[in-house]
């Protein structure tokens, strides 16, 4: 009751729109709550976080995401991006902006460092933490396993199992018959 969850979900909406946010709200059809936006469609929820990208080869980056929603926009499509922009510059010198980037190139820049599916590591609810550890949670797996790279060595482990079913298909083809039974023979040791 005092507004860690307010909080969390202000870290969640800002980086994913309506998407991010926990189904636990008390009001989840709305962003900015439902009686201000009906007593003041003017009401406006804003979110704005800072924080700073190291990138080989430019440096430090300052990079200023906002995301918007006004009361009086809030149908379906509205509330879950809001209006979203992401500012970057460099530390050494802020007044240089290197990309303004808004809407679906600001989401896709917010994805390609984190993905939506991490949010339940980094802002995690305090009250739900047991479901974070024991329920099977695929959002998340997908993203860990991207995170550390495991989809990119299965991909690569996938092409290999097909290099070598290609090179055993071509040794057969080519072999002569007293290599053809010996290749047949360890085919049948393998299978024993």
């Known amino acids: 009751g005092h507004g860690k969850t307010a909080l969390l979900n202000a870290f969640r909406w800002v980086l994913h729109g309506r998407n991010g946010v926990k189904r636990t709200l008390t009001d989840p059809g709305y962003i900015v709550n439902s009686q201000l936006a009906q007593s003041d469609p003017n009401a406006e929820a804003k979110i704005i976080l800072c924080f700073e990208r190291y990138v080989d080869g430019v440096g430090n980056l300052n990079v200023v995401v906002e995301r918007a929603i006004f009361a009086a926009d809030q149908n379906v499509e509205q ?10 510059t460099n530390q050494t010198n802020p007044a240089a902006i290197i990309e303004n980037l808004e809407s679906a190139s600001a989401q896709n820049f917010i994805n390609a460092i984190l993905p939506e599916g991490i949010l339940d590591i980094l802002f995690f609810d305090g009250e739900g933490v047991d479901k974070l550890v024991s329920e099977h949670n695929e959002l998340l797996v997908k993203a860990v396993r991207t995170i550390l790279g495991f989809n990119v060595i299965e991909a690569a482990v996938d092409d290999l199992k097909t290099a070598k079913k290609h090179f055993e298909s ?10 053809r039974l010996k290749i047949e023979e360890i085919d049948l040791m393998k299978a024993d």
Do not use: S
């Open 79 to 88: 509330r879950c991006a809001g209006r979203l922009k992401a500012t970057i």
């Open 170 to 179: 071509r040794r057969r083809q080519n072999a002569g018959e007293a290599l």
